[in-house]
């Protein structure tokens, strides 16, 4: 069993930045993508950002030059360091992994609890 725990979130003000975390805990072989998520209310659960294995990032385009994702395999940790926000950017923030627990097992998918980033004045 895998679990992520993700965490950071807060009230923040336009403009500001905030730094979320995530850490991955269990029977773990590897990880292959760790991706951050974003669901805002009333609306569909979206990406964010993709790291791989190899540290090879991708971003939507409407975080692009705001946020930085990175991770530490060997903490199998991952994080979202946000900046520049403005009210779009409220939502809750959703942690995501794709994880094998040996190398003979297909990878699954786990997701965290969710940690909410309010940002307004």
């Known amino acids: 069993q895998v679990q992520l725990v993700d965490s950071g979130g807060g009230l923040v003000q336009p403009g500001g930045s905030l730094r979320l975390s995530c850490a991955a805990s269990?029977?773990?072989?590897?990880?292959?993508?760790m991706d951050w998520y974003r669901q805002a209310p009333g609306k569909e659960r979206e990406l964010v950002a993709r790291?791989?294995?190899?540290?090879?990032?991708t971003y939507t385009d409407f975080v692009k030059g705001r946020f930085t994702i990175s991770r530490d395999n060997g903490r199998n940790a991952v994080w979202l360091q946000m900046n520049s926000l403005t009210a779009e950017d409220t939502a809750v923030y959703y942690c995501?992994?794709?994880?094998?627990?040996?190398?003979?097992?297909?990878?699954?998918?786990?997701w965290g609890q969710g940690t909410l980033v309010t940002v307004s004045s």
């Open positions: 790291i791989n294995s190899a540290g090879s990032t």
């Open positions: 269990g029977n773990i072989f590897n990880i292959a993508n």
């Open positions: 995501h992994a794709s994880v094998r627990s040996s190398r003979f097992d297909s990878y699954f998918e786990v």
